[in-house]
């Protein structure tokens, strides 16, 4: 368990529970406040929003007006928002600029929890200004499982980058990729024990 666990409204994030995540994928303003209800009475421990299925992404201030409908609709539950790069499962390129306008706005309205920003930016936009928000910082690999030494190495860059929260998902292919898996993330565990983990073999 995480020596820094992260307080996300009533969930702990790296506490002794897991946590439960739901995801919202609507992509008009209607189907993302119906989907809303729904999940809200599911009554999830996180809610994901993927910003990325939206059809007005790229437009900021109809952005922040359908996150804040989320918010309305599901109260304190966390919100974990992300807008995913489609090279690793996102639903639609988003332009770099118009994804970090609506996270930089979204965070200065408090509106999210926590915000998930690929490893692939870089240190330098990671850790650009989001007022005090939690940054997940996420790696995919779809096509395999890197060794335990590398997923080891990619949670460790993610943090040494700015991350509040380490994040990878992988696809193994074998019981072996699954081990590997394990023992690297681990392995990053065992080194650096205040970060919470995030960690997914999607097989």
Same mark, same amino acid.
């Given at each position: 368990?995480?020596?820094?666990?992260?307080?996300?409204?009533?969930? @702990?994030?790296?506490?002794?529970?897991?946590?439960?995540?739901?995801?919202?994928?609507?992509?008009?303003?209607?189907?993302?406040?119906?989907?809303?209800?729904?999940?809200?009475?599911?009554?999830?421990?996180?809610?994901?929003?993927?910003?990325?299925?939206?059809?007005?992404?790229?437009?900021? !201030?109809?952005?922040?007006?359908?996150?804040?409908?989320?918010?309305?609709?599901?109260?304190?539950?966390?919100?974990?928002?992300?807008?995913?790069?489609?090279?690793?499962?996102?639903?639609?390129?988003?332009?770099?600029?118009?994804?970090?306008?609506?996270?930089?706005?979204?965070?200065?309205?408090?509106?999210?929890? @926590?915000?998930?920003?690929?490893?692939?930016?870089?240190? !330098?936009?990671?850790?650009? *200004?989001?007022?005090?928000?939690?940054?997940?910082?996420?790696?995919?690999?779809?096509?395999?499982?890197?060794?335990?030494?590398?997923?080891?190495?990619?949670?460790?860059?993610?943090?040494?980058?700015?991350? *509040?929260?380490?994040?990878?998902?992988?696809?193994?292919?074998?019981?072996?990729?699954?081990?590997?898996?394990?023992?690297?993330?681990?392995?990053?565990?065992?080194?650096?024990?205040?970060?919470?983990?995030?960690?997914?073999?999607?097989?």
């Amino acid at each position: 368990m995480p020596t820094h666990p992260i307080q996300a409204g009533p969930t @702990l994030l790296g506490g002794e529970q897991p946590v439960i995540c739901s995801p919202l994928v609507g992509k008009n303003l209607t189907a993302i406040k119906a989907e809303a209800k729904t999940v809200k009475a599911l009554n999830p421990d996180m809610v994901e929003v993927r910003a990325d299925y939206w059809d007005f992404i790229e437009d900021t !201030d109809k952005a922040i007006e359908a996150l804040q409908a989320i918010r309305n609709i599901i109260g304190d539950t966390p919100i974990l928002l992300t807008v995913r790069v489609a090279e690793e499962r996102g639903f639609k390129k988003v332009g770099q600029k118009p994804k970090f306008d609506f996270y930089k706005k979204a965070a200065a309205l408090k509106l999210p929890n @926590l915000i998930d920003v690929e490893l692939v930016y870089g240190a !330098d936009t990671i850790k650009n *200004d989001l007022n005090g928000v939690p940054v997940v910082v996420a790696y995919h690999d779809l096509k395999g499982t890197p060794s335990s030494e590398e997923i080891a190495n990619i949670l460790k860059k993610e943090i040494d980058a700015g991350g *509040d929260v380490a994040k990878i998902v992988v696809k193994p292919n074998s019981q072996a990729d699954v081990l590997r898996f394990l023992n690297g993330t681990l392995e990053f565990r065992t080194k650096n024990p205040a970060y919470p983990v995030i960690a997914s073999a999607s097989g």
